[in-house]
């Protein structure tokens, strides 16, 4: 940490709201967090940077700090604690997640995937959700839900194709078994998946594609 503000100090201001912004009446506070304090033998030599810094942008606070040091970690949280306002839960107390059950379906396929595959697994492949849908349960039982899931297993080669089904099917077989199980205890429902492996050549470098997957 020098004494005098560096260009990339500079560019950290760059992307601050302006500086007027910052004075108007109901502006988000920016706090100036200086981490690495014991790596600075005379914290007087800091005086002239934090000025410098100063002078460039109306901070809420100025806080030097060890990251390593506890209770420098302590004092940060309770400068910050005023800036936070109060309100209602965004989510419910027990909520394990906010992103839907469609989402984590494609994740757990994707996991299964991961682990039955291990080092051959081809880095461009993904899981795509085609289709889930809730019917009613056909059958009584504990599960009061039924869940019916298509997905795609999107690889860029048909080689890998033949690595994601593997001999006779087994693999694929083994991976939508899986993840059909801890679907079923996620989802607290009977669930029928369907898995396909599709191969999307070049897909991994197409904007469209990757936004389509879910990739922003």
Do not use: C
């Not at 080092?119 to 085609?130: A, F, N, W």
């Not at 056909?138 to 795609?152: C, D, E, T, Y």
């Amino acid at each position: 940490m020098g004494a005098l503000v560096s260009a990339d100090d500079a560019r950290v201001l760059a992307l601050l709201p302006p500086a007027a912004e910052a004075k108007e009446p109901g502006a988000r506070p920016v706090i100036l967090v200086a981490s690495k304090l014991d790596a600075v033998q005379r914290r007087a030599d800091l005086a002239p940077w934090l000025q410098g810094m100063q002078a460039r942008y109306p901070f809420a606070e100025f806080v030097p700090l060890s990251a390593r040091r506890k209770a420098d970690a302590e004092r940060l949280l309770g400068i910050v604690a005023p800036y936070l306002p109060q309100q209602p839960w965004l989510h419910e107390e027990d909520a394990l997640t906010d992103r839907s059950e469609r989402f984590l379906a494609g994740e757990l396929i994707r996991e299964k995937l991961f682990r039955q595959m291990g080092d051959e697994l081809p880095y461009t492949s993904t899981v795509v959700i085609d289709k889930f849908e809730e019917e009613a349960a056909a059958m009584p039982g504990p599960a009061s839900r039924f869940v019916r899931i298509a997905a795609s297993i999107v690889v860029e080669r048909d080689a890998h194709k033949g690595m994601v089904i593997g001999a006779g099917g087994e693999r694929l077989k083994r991976i939508g078994a899986d993840a059909r199980a801890e679907l079923q205890t996620l989802l607290d429902a009977r669930v029928f998946l369907e898995l396909w492996v599709k191969v999307r050549s070049g897909w991994a470098d197409d904007e469209a594609h990757l936004r389509s997957y879910g990739y922003e």
